[in-house]
């Protein structure tokens, strides 16, 4: 008998929605040129290439050509910082960031500030995991930062961050605000409080293999690759994976609305069943001010690896920030940032359509499953 | 490495010494806890680990417990964390 799957993990790269993967095998058949050719397939291929990014840009209220398509949402972050850093490396090579970037923001500020002499100024946030805002404006207003990154939302936990008030001071200070709203488009307005903003078709329900980086006009940046038609993403990408992308942001931005109010009910069943069902749970993220579809929590005494498994087993696909569960043993620098118990994590982000009865019987199996760790590890009592 | 627990300071015996290096997580907040179970009131506990997730780990386990830390150190390749227990009740 085989277990009727149930995917909670669709953070990153959620399940294709099916409008994606009808526009991905048409433009298989339609967009399969290399579109700088100049005979007509390749310009068949080029119009499709430009309508999505022209499709891309109208979902965020930029022009076209401030989209650019990466090859994915991390070489998207990568560029961003160091192109920046380089454009600017006279202002200085200090890179501003929240302590709960993604770890390739953190890893391309510890890149370029250290190829600039410069440093990454990591600014703390609260138990909530929002950022300090007071402390984030501070360190972007001191001399020498060449730009500064806060994502709009935190895709493990959840938290929204100040992006406006932020945006507002960067602007004042004359530093390019960075703002990863991978974990956000599709799911919550992202509104116009940011110079450069990266975001990731897979979360939304579109392929894997493409990112998107969108660059007000006016934002001094620098190749930082050798030389290519495509400037900052040498190569270009995937003409099927770029229309499956728009068709999805189109069809995730039309039914954001109502998958808003029905994930964001979801969630609050669960963040009410799972404390009172099961004893000495850390749920963390705020109960407002979050992103509809994700919960994060940590049961006390287990290991995550196993809790992972034993859901799987189950038939429910979640993620874990525990470092158990990570191939460098280290746990979640978001979750430790807050100061939020880090093993036994279970990390959840549901995608469009999840069904309440799914979620529920979720609700129904997880206490027992950590119950029997607990058993297991004979901890119960402590 | 075997979660052993000793007494901590000569002629004090609220003060004990959890020995979790090696051990990686879940397994030092365990041998923590466990250590901290038979003790009272106002007892100071040592932990020493190596797993990096004790750092974050025995900080939350006490303020779900209503203990608190009172000391975060390295000494060469391992953490020590001194945790102040509070009342049982909380436990």
């Known amino acids: ?382 | 490495m075997t979660g052993e627990v000793t007494p901590g300071g000569a002629g004090v015996p609220d003060e004990v010494v959890v020995d979790a290096r090696g051990m990686l997580c879940p397994a030092p907040v365990i041998a923590l806890a466990k250590a901290a179970r038979s003790l009272p009131e106002g007892a100071r506990v040592t932990v020493l680990a190596t797993d990096p997730a004790a750092a974050v780990d025995v900080p939350a386990w006490a303020r779900m417990r209503g203990h608190r830390v009172l000391e975060t150190t390295e000494d060469g390749e391992h953490l020590v964390l001194t945790v102040l227990l509070g009342p049982a009740k909380a436990r």
């Open chain 1, 1 to 382: 008998m085989t277990v009727d799957r149930v995917v909670l993990d669709a953070g990153g790269q959620a399940p294709l929605l099916p409008v994606a993967r009808d526009a991905f095998l048409a433009a298989l058949d339609e967009g399969w040129a290399d579109p700088r050719r100049l005979h007509s397939e390749g310009r068949r291929a080029r119009a499709l290439l430009d309508g999505a990014r022209e499709a891309l840009a109208a979902a965020v209220g930029a022009r076209t050509e401030e989209v650019d398509l990466a090859p994915s949402h991390t070489a998207a972050l990568h560029t961003a910082v160091s192109t920046v850093a380089l454009g600017r490396r006279r202002v200085g090579a200090d890179v501003v960031v929240s302590a709960v970037e993604r770890a390739a923001v953190l890893h391309a500020a510890d890149f370029t500030a250290a190829r600039g002499d410069g440093r990454r100024v990591t600014v703390p946030v609260a138990r909530t995991g929002q950022v300090d805002d007071e402390a984030f404006v501070a360190a972007l207003a001191r001399p020498g930062v060449a730009l500064a990154a806060l994502q709009h939302a935190n895709g493990e936990v959840g938290t929204l961050q100040p992006v406006a008030a932020v945006h507002e001071a960067a602007r004042a200070a004359g530093v390019p605000l960075l703002v990863d709203a991978g974990a956000s488009l599709g799911h919550v307005p992202v509104g116009d409080a940011w110079d450069l903003l990266a975001a990731n078709p897979g979360d939304w329900g579109g392929p894997s293999g493409l990112g998107v980086l969108v660059v007000r006009a006016g934002v001094r940046r620098s190749p930082d690759r050798p030389s290519d038609e495509d400037r900052w993403f040498p190569g270009g990408v995937s003409v099927p994976a770029a229309l499956a992308a728009a068709v999805a942001l189109e069809s995730a931005l039309a039914g954001q609305a109502a998958a808003d109010e029905e994930r964001r009910a979801l969630v609050a069943r669960l963040r009410d069943r799972i404390p009172a069902e099961i004893e000495d749970v850390d749920v963390a993220g705020p109960a407002e001010g979050r992103l509809p579809h994700v919960l994060t929590f940590s049961c006390l005494f287990v290991d995550g690896e196993a809790v992972v498994g034993a859901l799987d087993a189950a038939g429910f696909a979640v993620g874990s920030g525990s470092a158990c569960t990570s191939s460098t043993l280290e746990p979640s620098h978001v979750l430790a940032a807050m100061g939020v118990l880090t093993h036994g994590n279970v990390r959840i982000a549901l995608p469009r359509g999840t069904r309440a009865a799914d979620v529920e019987r979720f609700a129904d199996v997880l206490p027992g499953i950590v119950r029997s760790i607990r058993a297991r590890l004979g901890v119960v009592d402590l």
